[in-house]
């Protein structure tokens, strides 16, 4: 493939290891991350704190210029590549705390956040802990313009519609997907990336952590839902060259997204509980 066309993507899958600090933690992968030649570097979910440390959230909790994505700026300076830096606690002005994530350029500038909208509430904290995004957005790179979401989003197709609408033509997501769930995982990643017919590239975190093991497998998907490379359950790259222009030749190819029929009568909303 050309370097017109693609993009060297690499999902950096990790673990969170009980006796390992969120700095020394940080420490680690910004090392990891200096030896990665890409484009594009996508990190997991909560990887500083570890997903399932949910009594650490309010010590670890940073604003946007605090010091794990500050050290992230400079690597992706350094490298030269676009970094979507998994997501940390992010601490707002007005205290509440977010599950945020950022796009980061290769000059170090943060050209996209996306504060997680879906908060997992079964069996999880985060719900309780953590404040719901309220945003949606694409924003143009120069490797394509790119959608941001984050695990349990994948449940909710009709984020990624409104992201595919957005223009996305690649959308990251970062998760810490359990193990338990794994089968869901790999269906509804494909799923995503089929019914919006782009790239998706799905970083999950790996190993154990607070009595959790976590899913790994992390996917790089074309819009075919063509696997172009998954991990395995261990820590380590999953690296795939991904077709920039690959969105639109498919959409071109087979318009789907055109054929949709909108304004149809809904019937009435019957009340749901949370899931089971």
Not at 10 to 31: H, I, K, N, W
Not at 66 to 90: D, I, M, Q
Not at 131 to 138: H, I, K, S
Request: proline share 7%; charged share 20%.
């Amino acid at each position: 493939m050309s370097a017109e066309r693609g993009t060297r993507t690499v999902c950096l899958q990790l673990a969170c290891p009980d006796g390992e600090s969120a700095a020394q933690r940080v420490r680690r992968v910004r090392a990891e991350l200096r030896e990665i030649e890409a484009d594009l570097v996508v990190l997991p979910e909560l990887w500083a704190t570890g997903y399932f440390h949910f009594d650490a959230y309010e010590a670890q909790a940073e604003p946007l210029t605090g010091p794990t994505l500050t050290a992230l700026r400079e690597v992706a300076r350094e490298r030269g590549f676009h970094l979507v830096a998994g997501s940390l606690v992010e601490r707002a002005e007005d205290g509440r705390l977010y599950n945020t994530t950022a796009l980061l350029g290769p000059d170090g500038e943060i050209l996209h956040v996306y504060r997680k909208i879906h908060l997992f509430g079964y069996g999880s904290a985060e719900a309780r802990l953590l404040t719901p995004g309220a945003a949606v957005g694409a924003v143009p790179t120069a490797i394509g313009t790119i959608g941001l979401a984050t695990c349990y989003d994948l449940r909710f197709p009709e984020l990624f519609r409104l992201l595919a609408d957005a223009g996305a033509e690649l959308v990251a997501v970062v998760s810490a997907w359990p193990a338990a769930r794994l089968a869901h995982w790999r269906v509804l990643t494909r799923a995503r990336a089929i019914e919006n017919q782009l790239n998706l590239v799905a970083c999950n975190l790996a190993g154990r952590h607070a009595g959790q093991d976590l899913g790994g497998t992390s996917v790089i998907l074309d819009p075919w839902g063509q696997v172009l490379a998954e991990g395995d359950q261990e820590p380590g790259l999953v690296t795939a060259e991904v077709d920039r222009h690959r969105p639109a030749e498919v959409r071109a190819e087979f318009p789907v997204l055109t054929h949709r029929r909108l304004g149809l009568p809904t019937p009435p909303a019957r009340p749901l509980t949370d899931p089971a």
